[in-house]
Every structure is written in structure tokens, then in C-alpha cells.
């Protein structure tokens, strides 16, 4: 017999920042909420934050791509992204309120104080990755510590390096799946292995959910649905529920490092990921210190030659710039499942002046000027897929009624920062309208 659900307060879709908060608060609240994963909890596995683990639990092995290239590291599992992230934390962009009437202001100062987002005490923030800051300061550029969320008196980071981008063992670096964990203890259901394709709708409202649990057909009935399965995941969903509109345009913060090899010093391969960052003034970039995890470094690079795999030979020595650019509207995830995020021109102009920046800057912190390096571009945050004042309202409903997005796909521009504090933000707020209208 099919697996089938009903008499569902909330079906929430996803259990990343916005699946989990959500439904931590309406269980809260007091709602039948339940939880549906595509992937699994893999964190207490022997696997889980190792480089086997990665292969693991993201989409296409971590070989997913766009139409030009762009790798795209997508965690199926409990927790979402925030499982393989550098738990960095910047508050949402004033241009949210100012040009979308979306205020999380409270929502934001709430969770900054739950989490106690910080930036890291001065002696983890990295020796090597300090001095790059400085050299930056030298020349202008005011980088701070970059406010985390992690914790130090949660477990040691103080060598955990790039490695916790693969997944925090350590248990300092909060992780959503902890919204997860007390959304049951507060009554919520969490069912995984459940990919879900479509929502069902009748007479203009949603009804509940169909797809599958392994292999067999599933279906869930509830008052309510929201779809928190991500930039690409929400659009691909909604494709199959009769809106083929989803997914039209993109932003992607697209990504690249530029790399440089300091002589007799180590580098920040072995030092927290992303301790000190700097945002350009007008908006359009981000930099930070970053490299690439030991056994990820040799795969990105054989992209860019034998030459540039051969520095693998000496990751220990080399200092990072991580350039997170603000990219325009563009591309898109369509119906026949293609990814594509092209740069515009502006984008390019926007990306070359970072490089030189970044250059600048490493060669200024002692990098040899004939050893500079660039990654290829990547995709970061796919977000931008089903956008405020296009596809949803400021409450973010769909036209259809009963039927809610909260991801990254809802974001209306680029955020070119780091993304998890305002995807909470927003989930905590539409807690709060779903509480009032279900009261």
C-alpha cells in the first residue's frame, strides 16, 4: 500500500535554514507539522564530514554542473546546505526592506542572539588568514572578522581547516538540522528519503504533496504546504505542479579563488574557512579567505591545467581569496531539468576588477607574483529562482492559495553575501503570519 498522510496541519518540504525553522516554530505553536527530505540524516555516520561523505550526500556527487560549467555543490540531507557550509553569517542587505517592504530586522536580531553569532576570537581566526587581512588593510580595504555561526566552546576548530566545508565533526558550526531535531521534540514528523514532485492542487488551493518514498508512491494531505527545497530543488517542484514560470532567471553569488603561493609560510589550508571578509562598497562583490579543502584542490584544478594541478604539491603554502560576486538575474532552471547561469557583461567587468583586487592584495601578503592562480567559476547560493513581487507576495504565497516558498529561491536580487541568516530570518517571519492567520 502506498505511504499517505493526512489530516496535516503543515507540510514543509526541505530541511535546510528555511524548511527547518519554519517548522520549528509552527510545532511549536502547537501544529501538526510534518517534515519531508529528499536525503537522509547523515551525521552521526563514520563518513560524515570526510571527503566520502561529500560523494555521498550531494546531488550528482558533487559533479553537478550548469549548462556552462559552474559546479554546484547541493547537499541532499537533513540540515540542507548549512551541512556543508562555512557557517558565516551576514545580516540581509538594507535593500530588502527599502526596495520590497520585506523588514526581518527583529527576526535577524532573535536569531543572532539564539545562535550567539560572532565573529571568532582573534587567535582562530587563522595566522595566515590574518595576514592577508592586513595586507588588504595596508592597502585600503577594511576587511573585519567575518561573524560566524559557530560556537568554539562546542567542540575544537582550531584544526578543522577547509575540511568543515565537507561537514562540521567537530560540532562547533551550527547546522539546521538542529532546528530539525527540536521541531520533533516539539511534536513535528520528519520523514526522509521522500522526493517530492509535485504539489496538489484543486479549485486555486494546495492540498498536499505527492512523489515518492524509495520506490513506492507517497502522498501527503495538509492545510498547508511550503516548499523549502532550495533554488533549484522549489523551481523543479513547481514545474510538475503547473507553474512553468518557476525557475525563469537566476542569481547564483557565482564564485571563484584566486590562489598564491607564499614561500617558507604556510598558508590557510589548515585554518577555519572564512574568517575575515570585506564587501565592496557599492555592493557588487564579496572577498574572502578561503582555499579549497586538500582532496577537492587537484579536482578543481585539473580544469585549469597540469600546471596548475602541479600546486597541489604545495597547498600547504598557499594563501586564498575567495571572491563571491553579487551577479545579475540571468539563465535559469528549466522544465527539461538544464541549469544555466551565464555572466552578464556587467558581471564580467564586476568579476575582473575583484581579480586584480584579489591579486593585489595576495601578492601584498607575500605571495609570489608568477605563482598567482584562478579557480574556475562556481555557483554558490542558486537562488533567485521563484522571486518576491514575481512569483510570490511579500508573505511569500504563490497565486495559488495555501501554497508558500521559503528558500533562497524567493530572494528577488542577488545577495552576494552569505545567505543562511536571511533565509532565517525570513522563515521566522512567515512563522509568525501563518501563526496569525491560522489562530
Not at 226 to 246: C, D, K, N, V
Not at 302 to 318: D, K, P, S, V
Amino acid at each position: 500500500m502506498s505511504p499517505e498522510f493526512r489530516d496535516v496541519d503543515v507540510i514543509v518540504v526541505g530541511s535546510g535554514p528555511g524548511g527547518a525553522t519554519v517548522a520549528r516554530a509552527l510545532a511549536r505553536a502547537g501544529m501538526n507539522v510534518l517534515i519531508l527530505e529528499r536525503g537522509w540524516d547523515h551525521r552521526r555516520r563514520f563518513y560524515y564530514g570526510t571527503y566520502l561523505g561529500a560523494l555521498i550526500y550531494t546531488d550528482r556527487h558533487s559533479f553537478l554542473y550548469t549548462h556552462e560549467g559552474l559546479n554546484i555543490i547541493r547537499p541532499l540531507m537533513v540540515g540542507g546546505a548549512t551541512s556543508m557550509y562555512a557557517g558565516c553569517a551576514a545580516e540581509p542587505p538594507a535593500w530588502l526592506k527599502e526596495r520590497y517592504g520585506i523588514d526581518i530586522t527583529q527576526e535577524v536580531a532573535e536569531t543572532i542572539e539564539e545562535l550567539e553569532i560572532a565573529p571568532l576570537p582573534p587567535d582562530l581566526r587563522g595566522r595566515a588568514s590574518t595576514r592577508i587581512a592586513e595586507a588588504a588593510h595596508d592597502l585600503g580595504y577594511e576587511w573585519f572578522p567575518q561573524p560566524k555561526f559557530m560556537r568554539p566552546a562546542r567542540g575544537d576548530i582550531s584544526q578543522c581547516g577547509a575540511r568543515c566545508l565537507l561537514g562540521c565533526r567537530c560540532g562547533a558550526k551550527w547546522n539546521a538540522a538542529e532546528y530539525v531535531d527540536e521541531a520533533i521534540e516539539a511534536g513535528a514528523r520528519l520523514l526522509t528519503g521522500v522526493r517530492v514532485t509535485r504539489v496538489l492542487v484543486e479549485d486555486g488551493h494546495a492540498l498536499g504533496v505527492q512523489g515518492y518514498k524509495g520506490r513506492s508512491p507517497f502522498r501527503a494531505f495538509g492545510d498547508i504546504v511550503i516548499l523549502a527545497a532550495g533554488g533549484i530543488g522549489t523551481p523543479r517542484i513547481l514545474h510538475r505542479s503547473g507553474f512553468p514560470e518557476a525557475g525563469t532567471g537566476m542569481t547564483m553569488d557565482t564564485t571563484l579563488m584566486v590562489y598564491g603561493i607564499i614561500p617558507r609560510e604556510k598558508g590557510i589550508g589548515n585554518e577555519p574557512p572564512m574568517t575575515w571578509s570585506w564587501e565592496d562598497p557599492e555592493g557588487h562583490f564579496m572577498l574572502s579567505t578561503l582555499i579549497d579543502p586538500w582532496l577537492n584542490y587537484p579536482l578543481v584544478m585539473m580544469r585549469q591545467g597540469w600546471e596548475a594541478m602541479r600546486t597541489w604539491a604545495r597547498w600547504n603554502h598557499i594563501l586564498g581569496i575567495m571572491i563571491k560576486l553579487r551577479d545579475e538575474v540571468s539563465g535559469g532552471v528549466y522544465p527539461d531539468g538544464m541549469i544555466r547561469k551565464p555572466l552578464t557583461l556587467l558581471d564580467q567587468k564586476r568579476l575582473e576588477r575583484a581579480i586584480e583586487m584579489s591579486k593585489h592584495i595576495l601578492v601584498k601578503a607575500g605571495a609570489d607574483p608568477d605563482t598567482l592562480l584562478i579557480t574556475p567559476l562556481r555557483g554558490t547560493h542558486p537562488s533567485g529562482t521563484v522571486r518576491i513581487h514575481d512569483l510570490v507576495n511579500n508573505n511569500l504565497e504563490m497565486e495559488i492559495d495555501d501554497l508558500y516558498v521559503c528558500d533562497a529561491s524567493v530572494f528577488p536580487e542577488a545577495l552576494g553575501r552569505p545567505t543562511v541568516l536571511t533565509i532565517i530570518g525570513l522563515a521566522k517571519r512567515l512563522a509568525k503570519h501563518l501563526i496569525e492567520k491560522m489562530s
